[in-house]
């Protein structure tokens, strides 16, 4: 899957992953800080990836989905590079994962603290505090 928004190409394709840059934009997140690069490899290995690349070819964005496609999805490590952010490219990200053929017959689940009000406009519902989920 690849999809084109403005000068930013998001893809699925795993062999495009820069795990290096995955690892930066991840360390400089509350939620993986301190989580150790072989860690974060073996989730992409694990996972369904999205990533977001510039014009150029760099790595600005990535997220990750663990799930079973059958009945639920989980949506992690969602993190654009700040030099990209104000551009839309999270909710463009977001709204391709939840609409994916893979994943949008399926409950989504995540975790969040401080961006319900992204995840609410794609029907996510928060539990009151960082968890939030989307019914099939």
Known sequence: MEQFFNQYT???DKTK???KTIANLLHQSYWAANRP???IHQSIVNSTCFGIFDD???QVGFARIISDFATMYWL??????ERHRGKGLGKQLVELIVNDE???KLSGKLATNDAHKLYEAYGFVSDGAKYMQKSK
């Open 10 to 12: 998001i893809t699925d």
């Open 17 to 19: 992953m820069d795990e």
């Open 37 to 39: 690069d072989e860690t």
């Open 56 to 58: 150029a070819g760099n």
């Open 76 to 81: 992690c490590d969602v993190v654009i590079d």
């Open 102 to 104: 893979r994943f949008r």
